[in-house]
């Protein structure tokens, strides 16, 4: 059975509501069979709803009958136009397919109590606005009740169209796979654990009534260029998740206030939505909080309490990097349900790299053997890409293949950009391949 067919009892009952709403307001009175019929689907709705599609989402954002009855009659245009005529029809002097509260509460015939407790299924912070499942542009009784993306998705079977745009982040392609993470086994196997906060949630929350709380949250520390941001595209790419780096610069403000203005306008856009924050270089704005010696240090401590206190709450995956794990501070421990060390990689892996990030097809000197570059040069993999294709484009530039030499004076012109001073012996036996002209360039 196809979603829609599943939810046919749905539309048949908004329609004999629909229709009985308009006999009412004339004066006339509903036949016993309309009301009949009516109790009739209200026994098979109650049982359909046990089922999927409805089970999944119930279950997730903790739906009542209030939000489902709510959730079907604005999901009924999309799916039955008709219905959404007769919306029309039935609120003069609103111009839209969707029906409003008001109309709601008048087609299920709601007294005082009831409606009072419908209002607050319908506040911000009911389950219905926190999951994005509906949308209206005010609280105003007579604002129509629009259905997300997200719920067409998932009731109705539609392909999600939904664009995410979360203030003060922007979306970063995740097309690594698994395949191209070159990292120690032990390091693999806390990626995958991970991946199991997400993949088996329900399993562990719903099904064995575990407490879990917000996140998964987790720390990627290491050196520059060890793969933790790769890292994180890899995982939102395997999960189907976009994945948005924050963008620090927009978050913090000089300003006293605004700094947690543009924190909760973040974390409230993401809620409920399955995407991955990544808080690049997270020491900047996770870091120690300090002694107060003047009111600035009281507002800066203020605002990574604020932010401590928001990712806890906040229901979705985020991964924090940082070079220096010493830097951030000690209270994030607790709230991390992950925290993953990326050392600089062995020669082993090193040449592992060399292999990944040569591009297959180049034409490659006989000389070139990934094994020997891995013990020979210390880089770390964000260095072998880099050096890899700028060797790849210098023998391109002189329609050669691939040698030592190119690679060479990649290496080098890698290590330059580190700074300090250059030594010829941290090539290994590269050096004896690296143009003199290069090399004097550097003394």
């Known amino acids: 059975m196809n979603a829609m067919t599943s939810l ?25 069979e309309v009301a009949k019929r009516l109790g009739v689907l209200q026994q098979e709705i109650g049982m359909l709803r046990d089922q999927p599609p409805w089970q999944a989402l119930v279950n997730e954002c903790h739906l009542n009958t209030i939000d489902q009855d709510i959730l079907a009659c604005s999901l009924a245009p999309e799916a039955e136009p008709r219905l959404g005529w007769m919306f029309q029809e039935l609120q003069p002097g609103i111009t839209t397919t969707y029906p409003t509260a008001a109309l709601i509460r008048e087609m299920f015939v709601m007294g005082s109590d009831e409606s009072v407790a419908f209002n607050k299924r319908l506040s911000l912070d009911s389950p219905l606005f926190r999951h994005r499942l509906v949308e209206r542009q005010s609280s105003n009784i007579y604002q129509p009740i629009r259905p997300s993306s997200r719920a067409c998705s998932g009731l ?48 562990v929350e719903q099904e064995w009534k575990g407490r879990v709380t917000g996140g998964p949250v987790a720390l990627f520390s290491g050196p520059s260029g060890t793969g933790k941001t790769f890292a994180a595209e890899v995982l939102a790419n395997r999960l189907g998740y976009p994945l948005f780096r924050v963008d620090l ?85 607790r709230r991390f349900q992950m925290v993953i060390d990326f050392p600089r990689p062995d020669a082993a892996l090193r040449a592992a790299l060399w292999k990944l990030h040569i591009p297959l097809d180049a034409p490659l000197d006989d000389e070139v053997d990934p094994v020997m570059l891995g013990k020979e040069v210390s880089l770390t993999g964000g260095q072998i890409r880099n050096a890899a294709l700028h060797s790849a484009f210098l023998a391109a530039g002189e329609s050669s293949v691939i040698s030592l030499n190119h690679i060479a004076r990649a290496v080098w012109t890698e290590l330059a950009k580190e700074g300090g001073e250059m030594v010829i012996c941290s090539l290994g036996k590269l050096a004896e391949f690296l143009p003199k002209e290069v090399m004097n360039a550097a003394y």
């Not at 009892?9 to 329609?15: F, G, L, Q, T, Y």
């Not at 392909?159 to 796979?177: F, R, W, Y």
């Not at 203005?261 to 996770?286: P, T, V």
């Not at 928001?310 to 985020?318: D, N, V």
Request: net charge negative; hydrophobic share 40%.
């Open 8 to 32: 046919a009892a749905e539309w048949e009952r908004i329609d004999l509501l629909g229709s009985s709403l308009v006999a009412y307001r004339s004066g006339a009175v509903v036949s016993a």
């Open 249 to 333: 610069g927009l978050l913090v403000s000089k300003y006293i206030g605004e700094t947690e203005k543009n924190l909760n306008a973040l974390f409230d856009a993401a809620h409920g939505q399955k995407i991955m924050l990544l808080f690049d270089e997270a020491d900047s704005l996770f870091g120690k909080r300090g002694d107060v010696k003047q009111a600035h240090d009281r507002y800066a401590n203020m605002e990574v309490s604020h932010l401590l206190s928001r990712i806890e709450r906040h229901q979705g995956p985020c991964i924090l990097t940082s070079n220096l794990r010493q830097n951030l501070d000690s209270a994030f421990g």
């Open 156 to 203: 109705l079977g539609w392909s999600s169209q939904e664009s995410h745009c979360l203030p003060g982040a922007v979306q970063v392609p995740a097309n690594g796979t698994w395949d191209s993470l070159v990292l120690p086994a032990y390091c693999m196997q806390s990626l995958r654990e991970f991946m199991f906060w997400l993949t088996h949630r329900h399993q």
